[in-house]
C-alpha cells in the first residue's frame, strides 16, 4: 500500500476530526465546541479549501465546519484556514452521508455543496452519488426552518437530476434556479470561488447554481 503522508498529519492536526464516531460527540452541542452560539455554516467536499478558508477568515460570527474525504484536502483546508490567521473551525474528515450522525434536527444553517462528483460515467458508481432523495431529505432534517443550502454543479444532467428529486421531495423552496448563474446572479464574486469553479470558468464553461430554502 502507498503511505500517504498525509494521514499522520491529518490525524495530528489540532483543528481536523477524522473520525465519525469523534465527530458525533458533539451533536446538539457544536455550540459547546465552538465556545459560542453562532450559526453553523458547513461546507461539504472543501476540496482544496479556497472557499472554505476564505468564508471561514471573513465571517468570524459564523461557525465554519467542512466535510472532505481525502486526506490531503482535509489538510490544505485546515492549513490554509490557520494561515488566513483563523482558527475557530473545524474539518471533518468524512463523507457527508454521515451528517445524519454528527448533527442534530436544525443545527445547520447554511451548507454549501460546490461541484459534487457526478459519479456519471457508469451506472455502477451511481450509489455514490451525494444528492439522492435520502441525503437531501436528511440534510432537509438538519437545517434550521428557513435556512439555506446552496447549489452549484457545471454538470447538467446532474443539476436536472437534482431538481427532479427535490420536485418531489417537496421539502425546500427554490430560488434563483439557473444553467449560468454568472450571467443571472448579480452578487457573483470572482474573487471568491473553488478550484474546481476556477478550472470550468477557464473553460468557459456554463455553472448550474439553485438555492433551497427549508420550508
Ligand atoms: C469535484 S470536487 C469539488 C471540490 C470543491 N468543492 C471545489 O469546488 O473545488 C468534489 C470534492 O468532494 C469530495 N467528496 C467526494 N465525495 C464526498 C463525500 N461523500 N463527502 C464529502 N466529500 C466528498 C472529493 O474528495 C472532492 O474534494
Redesign the pocket.
Known sequence: MINNPYIEKVKAHPNIITKSEEASKHKWKWNEFFWNNNPIVLE?????G??FSTEASKNPDKNYIG????YK?VYNTAEKTIAKWWENFVVIKD???KITDIFADWELELTYI????PWAKKDRQKK?K?LQEEFLTNLCNKTKIGWKVIFKTDHKEYFDETLEILDELNLWEQSRKTYHYEKDIEEFDVTNI????QIFRGHKLEICYIELTKK
Open positions: 461539504i467536499g472543501t476540496g482544496l479556497n472557499f466535510m472532505e474525504i481525502k484536502r463523507f457527508a452521508q460546490f461541484f459534487p462528483d455514490h451525494l473553488t478550484e474546481f469553479e
